[in-house]
T-cell receptor
Framework: AQSVTQLGSHVSVSEGALVLLRCNYS??????LFWYVQYPNQGLQLLLKYTSAATLVKGINGFEAEFKKSETSFHLTKPSAHMSDAAEYFCAVSDPATSNTGKLIFGQGTTLQVKP | DADVTQTPRNRITKTGKRIMLECSQTKGHDRMYWYRQDPGLGLRLIYY???????NKGEISDGYSVSRQAQAKFSLSLESAIPNQTALYFCATSDFVGEAFFGQGTRLTVV
């Protein structure tokens, strides 16, 4: 069965510093991969997605992620953190073997804190 | 208007009571989902539906039921609420790839 692991439930960075949120998946077949962001008291919003095209994916708000099949990873990065980036971030996968269901399997989430 | 609308946004109910959470979407997608969010566990799938005649259990369906009244409407019911069903519930709709659109969530507290 598919699983997703996000390393670090809390990440703290200073404003202007690099943001790196880690995500690893387990699958013998490259899945579709997603990063979602959840701001306080809101639903989840798609940041970016990988669906077997370019391995480096650019998303909204300056975020990007790189799909590395050899490492089964899809880490999220942003060169310079902004205070407004403080939120909870979720990595998710959908399995191409059952991809027509659109079911997502989520990681545990990582809370990003941005310090002034 | 939001793509996915959930009602109510907040609800406090007593143990043993029946409660229904409602969801409607304007994306025109056939696929709809109910997820539950708990701290440290991410989101877990309760039920999903491909159309009004196709409803499927997710990983944590025990204690829940759903109804797909129309392509745009998908409701979640707790027949007899218990305290460990206290959580944040999300409705979502998606295309076949899995790019999902989420509602704002319903914060349910069972006392």
């Amino acid at each position: 069965a598919q699983s997703v692991t996000q390393l670090g439930s809390h990440v703290s960075v200073s404003e202007g510093a690099l943001v790196l949120l880690r995500c690893n998946y387990s699958s013998s077949v490259p899945p579709y991969l997603f990063w979602y962001v959840q701001y306080p008291n809101q639903g989840l919003q798609l940041l970016l997605k990988y669906t077997s095209a370019a391995t480096l994916v650019k998303g909204i708000n300056g975020f990007e992620a790189e799909f590395k099949k050899s490492e089964t990873s899809f880490h999220l990065t942003k060169p310079s953190a902004h205070m407004s980036d403080a939120a909870e971030y979720f990595c998710a996968v959908s399995d191409p073997a059952t991809s027509n269901t659109g079911k997502l399997i989520f990681g545990q989430g990582t809370t990003l804190q941005v310090k002034p | 208007d939001a793509d996915v609308t959930q009602t109510p946004r907040n609800r406090i109910t007593k143990t043993g009571k029946r409660i229904m959470l409602e969801c409607s979407q304007t994306k025109g997608h056939d696929r709809m989902y109910w997820y539950r969010q708990d701290p440290g566990l991410g989101l877990r799938l309760i039920y999903y539906s491909f159309d009004v005649k196709d409803i499927n259990k997710g990983e944590i369906s025990d204690g829940y039921s759903v109804s797909r009244q129309a392509q745009a409407k998908f409701s979640l019911s707790l027949e007899s609420a218990i305290p460990n069903q206290t959580a944040l519930y999300f409705c979502a709709t998606s295309d076949f790839v899995g790019e999902a659109f989420f509602g704002q969530g319903t914060r349910l507290t069972v006392v």
